[in-house]
């Protein structure tokens, strides 16, 4: 289940290194950064499935902390 308040999406990598994106919200915008390689997007809908996109394609970061 998607947590819509959310303010951040992190997820560790195969190396036990964790990665995380910010969301920050300005009116009904999002923007959604990086904290390992400082990638920005701006995004309107669904900010953390951009985010949960980055980190598994940019750093291979598919396993959730909070999972499990
Ligand atoms: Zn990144």
Do not use: Y
Not at 27 to 36: A, D, K
Not at 39 to 67: C, G, I, M, N, Y
């Amino acid at each position: 289940m998607l947590q819509i308040n959310k303010s951040k999406v992190s997820r560790w990598d195969q190396h036990g290194r964790e990665h995380v994106v910010r969301v920050q919200r300005s009116g009904v915008q999002r923007t959604i950064r990086c904290e390992t390689c400082d990638w920005r997007q701006s995004a309107q809908f669904l900010p953390w499935l951009k985010a949960e996109e980055h980190l598994a394609e940019e750093h291979q970061a598919t396993v959730d902390p909070t999972e499990g």
